[in-house]
């Protein structure tokens, strides 16, 4: 049986840290958006890393997660 590649995307905090895994790059940016507007709105500083099957999915989830942390610092002002 093989395994299918899942993306994982880790996110710190000073308080805490959270993994999480999904095979698709929709799936896995939907997770890591909800979390991040989640503790952004507790006002803490917010960390992250990406490692998955490819670099462009890579590449594009990491643009994907600046432009929402953006967005919600923007928002938060």
Known sequence: MTETP???IRIT???TGCILRAP???EIAAKAEALL???HARKELIGFSIVGP?????????AYLEDVLIEVARLGL
């Open 13 to 15: 905090t000073h308080q």
């Open 37 to 39: 507007r989640r503790v």
């Open 54 to 62: 490819s670099a462009s999915g890579i590449g594009r989830l990491r």
């Open 24 to 26: 698709t790059e929709r």
């Open 6 to 8: 899942l993306f994982e």
